[in-house]
């Protein structure tokens, strides 16, 4: 991790659904928190089908209803994020074995996790990806992305914290 804040970005297939919402998620959650000066965070997909796109409506809808803005526009991971970015955070299987695919072309001290590695609830390691499906997925996706991003935030501050006592 850097001096003064954590990049950490969140990844899924085209950067529409899933990734945007965690993005934009993290982001309140550390601007409730007082945080901002702590943690970067962007979003991005394995793939470009959806490139310079706004997010799905469905996702920012599920969003704006819980309070949270998503401002950004799909954009392929790049090699280079995973030398930028301290955790590259995946949303299922598929993702995280295409990002360790692009690690291992890179020096990178990134961390790659799944989301859900974080996610205090039981289940599979992944979050759904809602796009052919209905409101209903883009509303329990919205509970277990914000679950697992308040987890991981917590994960990061413990970690910050465990080394500004050991220095």
């Known amino acids: 991790m850097t001096e003064q804040h954590a990049r950490?970005?969140?990844?899924?297939?085209?950067?529409?659904c899933r990734?945007?919402?965690?993005?934009?998620?993290?982001?309140?959650?550390?601007?409730?928190?007082?945080?901002?000066s702590r943690y970067l965070a962007d979003s991005a997909g394995t793939g470009a089908w959806h490139a310079d796109e706004s997010p799905d409506q469905r996702s920012v809808e599920v969003a704006r209803s819980n309070g949270v803005a998503l401002t950004g526009r799909a954009r392929q991971i790049k090699a280079h994020d995973i030398r930028d970015f301290d955790y590259v955070i995946a949303m299922d299987r598929q993702n995280l074995l295409e990002l360790h695919a692009l690690e291992r072309s890179q020096q990178s001290e990134a961390h790659l996790h799944l989301l859900r590695?974080?996610?205090?609830?039981?289940?599979?390691?992944?979050?759904?990806?809602?796009?052919?499906?209905g409101p209903d997925g883009f509303a329990r996706m919205y509970v277990m992305v914000n679950r697992a991003c308040e987890a991981l935030l917590d994960h990061l501050e413990a970690r910050r914290l465990d080394r500004a006592t050991s220095d």
Not at 8 to 16: D, E, K, P, Q, S
Not at 117 to 133: I, K, L, N, S, T
């Open 8 to 16: 950490v970005l969140f990844v899924c297939l085209g950067n529409i």
């Open 117 to 133: 590695d974080f996610d205090p609830e039981p289940g599979d390691g992944q979050v759904p990806d809602p796009y052919y499906g």
């Open 19 to 36: 990734s945007p919402l965690a993005e934009g998620v993290f982001r309140s959650l550390v601007r409730a928190r007082g945080l901002e």
